[in-house]
């Protein structure tokens, strides 16, 4: 058994947080953060149960500035 190390994109959507796994396309939801990812965790180690693991890249995460004019 290895483990792998894997990245967890969050973002809120009315009063849950979803997050979401890049590097394997997985997806979940919770009332909280800690929930969201646990929940996301499980979804991903099922989901690998079935499919094997993917030759995993660090994707590059970033931000940057719009102007939104009003």
Do not use: W
């Not at 991903?44 to 995460?61: A, N």
């Amino acid at each position: 058994m290895a483990v792998q190390i894997f990245t967890a994109v969050l973002h809120k959507e009315e009063d849950l947080y979803v997050a979401e796994c890049p590097e394997v396309g997985t997806a979940s939801q919770g009332y909280t953060v800690e929930e969201a990812i646990a929940n996301l965790k499980e979804a991903t180690e099922l989901y690998l149960e079935e499919f094997p693991p993917p030759e995993v890249t660090r994707p590059l995460v970033t931000t940057f500035e719009v102007v939104v004019h009003a």
